[in-house]
């Protein structure tokens, strides 16, 4: 059973920087491909990012693209996810997700394992 860990998240100003981890046990990470979701208050979870197994593949958000950077070290069971630029529509619980499938995905529902998220506030 794959258990996901985000860590990461906090209090920041718009503007700043935050880099976002999920650290995988109990599987074979280089055997999953990793997402990114964020859910804001009141809206529904959204997709952010995704990698493939090898992280030489990856997509994202139109409304992320440029500002959010999604990489994996696989030596560390670890994918991150590279935020600058913040705003305070950023402001969301961020989920890191996994699927075993060889393919990079973007819909919530085909992605199997999910970590309990962290924290993201960013003031205007």
């Known amino acids: 059973q794959v258990q996901l860990q985000e860590s990461g998240g906090g209090l920041v100003q718009a503007g700043a920087s935050l880099r976002l981890s999920c650290l995988a046990s109990?599987?074979?990470?280089?055997?999953?491909?990793m997402g990114w979701f964020r859910q804001a208050p009141g809206k529904a979870r959204e997709f952010v990012a995704a990698?493939?197994?090898?992280?030489?593949?990856?997509i994202y958000a139109d409304s992320v693209k440029g500002r959010f950077t999604i990489s994996r070290d696989n030596a560390k069971n670890t994918v991150y996810l590279q935020i600058d630029s913040l705003k305070p529509e950023d402001t969301a619980v961020y989920y890191c997700?996994?699927?075993?499938?060889?393919?990079?995905?973007?819909?919530?529902?085909?992605?199997?394992?999910w970590g309990q998220g962290t924290q993201v506030t960013v003031s205007s």
């Open positions: 109990g599987g074979t990470f280089s055997e999953l491909s």
């Open positions: 997700a996994a699927h075993q499938l060889s393919l990079i995905l973007s819909l919530e529902h085909e992605y199997e394992y």
């Open positions: 990698i493939n197994w090898s992280g030489y593949s990856t």
